[in-house]
């Protein structure tokens, strides 16, 4: 069996999970499940994930795609938080360099707003020490004229100055992939479209595995292991209740949306994080054609696998966008698509969700499970090395085992191998040329960019296939996406059309418009490389299109 998460592999993986001795099961394949399953692995532990939805298809795919250091833990004097946050930051940077960007972010400091010039320097100022920011990024205060000249748009009305600071975009599936795709490399099992649906114990109550059912067959069974963690994300709290040990702490649910517009309609060029007027910050930002903006955060109770986008939540933030840049003066009708978002938060009595700790936490249980909910994409690392530990300490204390430690610090992940140092320059350099050898193709330097900085290191793979089919028909666009599909679905575990433009490429957040015109298409090879049938070909078609309109419901 190759060390993908290849869907040709998928009945091989599923006859180790029935037969195998697993020393770590998981239930969740966000980025934290997919955290504790590289930490695991990579210590030699035999490690299986179960994923109900696709890999990712949580929260881990509908965050502001930031990898932060932690801006707003100073806000809440979690000043511990910060240090950790910020120095992580740069690892999952050096570890990720083709999907964890730096990007510069511009604070407006405005008349009537949170922060005033002082505190903004000053807050920026022990941030960047605390977090161990790197002198060419430590923040860099504004006048009034210099903030305009960077960002035109903004209200001058409003504005007093500016600062500039840094943090680090990213593609939150994509992270995860590639944090699982380093898994498998480390002997993993991982399968998506798996749910646990009940738990196992022996007569003594301890838990000893997993019963699932195969969400594409039907087909039930049980995984058996020596340990089980819940890495559920918003849905933890239904696992500790099968447990029955939902007692003290439990989660509340707060939903995040963002609105995606064109650039043409709000010609933003550099990111923005500013006040919304009701004490709350807001991002703005822009990535390829189009600027996202977000978040919100309201208490939210309703369906976890698709939350709802309401209207009023479009507006609020369309309202906080014309507040801080009123000639934008956007509408719904220039709002392109939104996505919705839930985080899994602690509950705490009388506070609202923007005042809630994003701090993760580890539930024990009786039974010997474990839960972990919470926390930020940021941390993943840091939070798969907590509970790995703990897994790690039980099973040397069980054995004749010997203790590893946590490998992860310094390890690439999927993608991000570079043979060097990832500066950006280097990076570029590399960019560079790789696009010279593909220039033959006709494909654009703009789309080859963002195959490039989607796949890092392992476009080789992508490219190899590319020019196969471009020699057979010499059709540009077909051969990169059949190559790209190919990818997705042989090296990254993808399904169905919904894999692949929501979770594998991102096109639904970021190139809605690009969807639809390649829907058919792209269903033919999904058919022919996974062997479909019409109807269900039909069905995934449908079901990509339900997605799209579920982009724009809040317009209804
Ligand atoms: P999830 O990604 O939700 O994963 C849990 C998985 O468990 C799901 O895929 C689910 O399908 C699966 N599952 C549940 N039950 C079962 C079962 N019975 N069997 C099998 N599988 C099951 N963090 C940052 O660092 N930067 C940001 O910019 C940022 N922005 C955010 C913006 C918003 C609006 C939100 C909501 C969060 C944001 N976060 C951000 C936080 C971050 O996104 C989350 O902390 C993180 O994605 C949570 O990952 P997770 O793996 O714990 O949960």
């Known amino acids: 069996m190759n060390k993908f998460l290849s869907a040709s592999d998928r009945n091989k993986v599923t006859e180790q999970l029935k037969t195998k001795n697993h020393e770590l099961i998981i239930i969740g394949g966000g980025i934290t499940g997919a955290g504790i399953a590289l930490d695991a692995a990579s210590r030699g532990i035999k490690t299986a994930l179960v994923e109900m939805q696709d890999f990712a298809a949580g929260t881990s795919s509908r965050s502001t795609k930031l990898v932060h250091g932690g801006l707003r833990y100073l806000e809440h004097l979690e000043l511990g938080l910060v240090h950790e946050v910020g120095r992580e930051r740069e690892i999952v940077h050096t570890n990720a360099a083709h999907i964890v960007i730096p990007e510069k972010m511009i604070l407006p400091i405005i008349k009537d707003g949170n922060l005033g010039e002082f505190t903004t320097s000053l807050a920026l100022y022990v941030y960047d020490f605390l977090a161990g920011v790197k002198k060419e990024e430590h923040r860099k205060m504004l006048s009034e004229e210099e903030t305009l000249e960077k960002v035109p748009i903004l209200n001058q009305e409003l504005l007093k100055a500016g600062a500039l600071y840094y943090e680090y975009k990213t593609n939150d599936s994509r992270l995860t992939l590639e944090v699982l795709k380093k898994a498998r490399e480390y002997s993993a099992l991982a399968l998506n479209y798996t749910k646990a649906e009940d738990l196992l114990y022996n007569n003594e109550g301890k838990i000893t595995g997993i019963k699932v059912k195969d969400m594409l067959k039907g087909e039930t069974y049980k995984i058996e292991g020596q340990n089980v963690v819940a890495a559920a994300g918003p849905w933890t709290d239904r696992i500790r209740k099968k447990d029955n040990s939902l007692k003290g702490k439990h989660l509340r649910h707060s939903k995040g949306i963002h609105i995606v517009v064109s650039k043409k309609d709000f010609k933003l060029n550099h990111a923005i994080y500013f006040d919304t007027g009701d004490n709350r910050m807001v991002f703005a930002i822009p990535r390829f054609d189009i600027v996202y903006i977000g978040t919100t955060d309201t208490d939210y109770s309703g369906n976890l696998e698709n939350p709802e986008i309401l209207s009023e939540d479009v507006d609020y933030l369309l309202k906080a966008v014309n507040r801080i840049a009123p000639d934008a003066n956007l509408d719904k009708s220039r709002v392109k698509s939104a996505w919705a978002g839930l985080r899994p938060l602690i509950h705490e009595e009388g506070k609202n969700p923007s005042e809630l700790s994003r701090k993760d936490e580890i539930f024990h249980s009786d039974s010997g499970l474990i839960a972990i909910a919470g926390g930020k994409l940021t941390g993943y690392r840091i939070m798969a090395k907590d509970v790995t530990g703990l897994i790690m300490k039980r099973l040397v204390n069980n054995s004749e085992r010997e203790k590893i430690k946590c490998q992860t610090k310094n390890m690439r ?144």
């Open 413 to 556: 992940l999927s993608g991000g191998e570079f043979p060097f140092y990832p500066e950006t320059g280097k990076i570029e350099e590399l960019y560079g040329q790789k696009f010279d050898e593909v220039k033959h193709t006709r494909i654009s330097a703009a789309e080859f960019r963002k195959l490039f900085f989607r796949y890092g290191m392992n476009i080789d793979k992508i490219t190899e296939k590319a020019f196969e089919y471009y020699n057979d028909n010499k059709k540009s666009d077909s051969a990169w996406l059949k190559a790209e599909i190919r990818y997705s679905i042989f090296k990254e575990g993808a399904y169905t059309l919904s894999d692949f433009f929501i979770r594998r490429t991102g096109r639904i957040f970021f190139e809605i418009d690009s969807i639809e015109p390649k829907i058919q298409e792209a269903a033919e090879y999904f058919k022919e490389f996974l062997n479909l049938d019409k109807d269900t070909i039909q069905n995934q078609i449908e079901e990509m299109r339900a997605e799209l309109a579920h982009a724009v419901n809040f317009r209804e």
